[in-house]
């Protein structure tokens, strides 16, 4: 299960998909081609195994055409995993057939260590075909310690206390986040302030006020931000479910009503054949399409009534024509 830093991180860029590109120009010194917009796109690769294989995150920076200029796939790295090593040029193999366009691999990572691990080049067997990873680590990410900059760009300054909240400008780092995040609209402000006080250091957060009254451990910090975190973001996920499901219990319930309503006109139905064929009334084969074609409930009453005293169908019909006449004024 993916580690909460490791989810932040791809959470920050996912709503800021611009912030990516902005990462890899100014942090990793990318040249990029211009483009009008950056978007999410499908992260699954199917191979003909048939494995399938997930990518953190998969970004588009598409014309003004919608053409695809660049994929880049995005992946969150806490730790050393040799694995990924073999997995990451399948990445961009599949996206780069799929969207037919050049790709990069771009890896964060909070950790220093980690981030010269991944940056070491992929050597595909001859040394002619290399994949070098686009790599953002500490030394990377920039230190938003000026409010004006983290309300400008407020998921990187959330970013930057990630990287650096608790390294010797944490409290500078901490407060120009909370500053920035403090006029956000009520669906981050409190999720991106939570996460600030959550990533910042004991030092930091002490200089800063924060749970001055009570220090608590960062475990637990974490405990309760989870809920908070599944409740905010993953309940967005949840939303289109719980939605559906709400959907099908009034679907049910319409449905319950109308077969109700469905049962109560069969019976009525019923009743009227049982009257008229116990009266020895014929019935034409039009006339019992009409009968059983009729769906309100106050004419069926009306025929099962007269079907007691009328002493033929026509006349059972007559009744029916003559209530439709408008009555003249006198």
Do not use: N
């Not at 040249?31 to 796109?41: D, T």
């Not at 980690?114 to 990377?140: E, K, Y």
């Not at 400008?169 to 120009?176: F, H, L, S, V």
């Amino acid at each position: 299960m993916p580690s909460l830093p490791h989810t932040v991180l791809l959470e920050l860029l996912r709503r800021a998909p611009p912030l990516v590109a902005t990462l890899l120009r100014e942090g990793c010194s990318a040249p990029l081609p211009r483009f009008a917009a950056a978007q999410v796109v499908e992260g699954e690769f199917a191979e003909i195994d048939p494995v399938e294989v997930r990518a953190d995150l998969v970004l588009a920076l598409t014309g003004k055409g919608g053409r695809p200029a660049l994929a880049i796939v995005v992946e969150a790295q806490l730790r050393r995993d040799p694995a990924k090593r073999w997995v990451w040029p399948v990445y961009l193999a599949s996206l780069r057939r799929r969207l037919q366009c050049p790709v990069r691999l771009l890896v964060l990572t909070t950790q220093p260590a980690v981030a010269r691990w991944c940056s070491r080049p992929i050597d595909m067997g001859d040394g002619r075909w290399v994949l070098v990873p686009d790599v953002l680590g500490p030394a990377q990410i920039p230190q938003i310690t000026r409010a004006r900059e983290a309300r400008r760009r407020p998921e990187l300054a959330v970013l930057s206390v990630l990287a650096h909240g608790r390294g010797p400008q944490g409290a500078a780092i901490g407060r120009a986040a909370l500053a920035g995040v403090s006029m956000l609209d009520s669906a981050r402000r409190p999720l991106y302030t939570d996460l600030v006080r959550v990533f910042l250091g004991a030092a930091a957060r002490a200089q800063l006020g924060v749970d001055v009254m009570q220090p608590l451990s960062d475990e637990e910090l974490l405990r309760p931000f989870v809920y908070l975190y599944r409740r905010s973001i993953f309940g967005q996920l949840m939303a289109p479910l719980h939605r559906a499901r709400r959907e099908a219990r009034q679907a049910e319930a319409r449905a319950s009503v109308k077969g109700h309503r469905d049962g109560e006109l069969a019976g009525l139905h019923e009743a009227l054949l049982a009257i008229l064929d116990a009266r020895s009334i014929a019935l034409t084969a039009t006339q019992r399409r009409t009968i059983a074609d009729c769906r309100r409930r106050a004419q069926l009453l009306r025929w099962v009534q007269r079907a007691a005293t009328v002493t033929s169908a026509r006349e059972l019909f007559a009744a029916r024509r003559a209530t439709k006449r408008p009555v003249a004024p006198r």
